[in-house]
Structure formats: C-alpha cells, structure tokens
C-alpha cells in the first residue's frame, strides 16, 4: 500500500501546496490527476518548486525550513475513536484554560469548522463529545 492509500486521498482532491522559499506567495492548489504506486499526478503543473526531504534543513539553511507542507483540502475533518469494541470509550475535544508554573494564565479557545464527530461522547455519562471546562471563554 503507497502512502496516498494510507492516507485515504484520491482522485479528483484538491491539495493545497505550501512554498518553499524565502517567498511567502509561492503557495499553490491542484488536484490529483492519477495515483499509482507512490506517485501522484496533478491536473496541472506546479507553477513553482517545492522541497520536500524526510530531513530538516533548518541546520543547513540558517535555522529555516524550508521544506513545503502539503495539505488535503477536499474534505473536512472527522473526529471518531479507535474502533474496538473491548473498549466502551468514545473520545472528547476539551477546551479549558489553564494557569502554568510560570503563574501565566493559557485561555482555552476552540473554532470548528465542518467539523464532523462522529460516535463521540464518554460512555455512560453525561460528558459530551465537546466539552468546555473552566473555560473562560
């Protein structure tokens, strides 16, 4: 299995393309063409070059790296727990605030967008999927 099954992307997404230089709008959006055995084909070619390594290159470039994110924009995000049925637990988001050692107060803040959860919430309680605690906000 290449990594583009293991990720679950597929043919006719759209990905969006970080750049890779000292230029801050070299970013890009294509969509995948074709996939097989590891390698992904746009609709269309890159205007710009992207580095992408398994290793940093922030100790080669004075402390920047430069290598490009690349992000699955087509779908939205879905929250859900570990399917095994030994365990009753669903899973949680928690926002809360926080006082570190420092004595510095950390405010929790959480925004959603096309956010799905899905068989979310803790088993046999009341503690929903959500949950916002000694939160000021």
Same mark, same amino acid.
């Given at each position: 299995?290449?990594?583009? /099954?293991?990720? $679950?992307?597929? &043919?006719? /997404?759209?990905? $969006?393309?970080?750049?890779? =230089? +000292?230029?801050? !709008?070299?970013?890009?959006?294509?969509?995948?063409?074709?996939?097989?055995?590891?390698?992904?084909? @746009? /609709?269309?070619?890159?205007? +710009?070059?992207?580095?992408?390594?398994? !290793?940093?290159?922030?100790?080669?470039?004075? $402390?920047?790296?430069?290598?490009?994110?690349?992000?699955?924009?087509?779908?939205?995000?879905?929250?859900?727990?570990? !399917? /095994?049925? =030994?365990?009753?637990?669903? *899973?949680?988001?928690?926002?809360?605030?926080?006082?570190?050692? =420092?004595?510095?107060?950390?405010?929790?803040?959480?925004? @959603?967008?096309?956010?799905? @959860? =899905?068989? *979310?919430?803790? +088993?046999?309680?009341?503690?929903?999927? &959500?949950? @916002?605690?000694?939160?000021?906000?």
């Amino acid at each position: 299995m290449n990594s583009a /099954d293991t990720l $679950g992307w597929q &043919v006719g /997404d759209l990905i $969006g393309i970080a750049g890779s =230089s +000292y230029s801050h !709008d070299q970013q890009e959006i294509v969509q995948i063409k074709t996939i097989s055995n590891g390698v992904i084909t @746009f /609709d269309t070619g890159l205007s +710009y070059r992207h580095y992408g390594s398994s !290793d940093a290159t922030k100790y080669l470039i004075h $402390g920047i790296d430069l290598r490009s994110e690349v992000v699955l924009l087509s779908r939205n995000i879905r929250i859900k727990p570990v !399917d /095994d049925a =030994s365990v009753p637990w669903g *899973c949680q988001t928690l926002t809360t605030d926080l006082i570190v050692p =420092s004595m510095t107060p950390l405010i929790g803040k959480s925004i @959603f967008s096309y956010v799905e @959860f =899905s068989k *979310c919430g803790q +088993y046999d309680t009341q503690k929903a999927a &959500v949950r @916002f605690f000694n939160s000021s906000n």
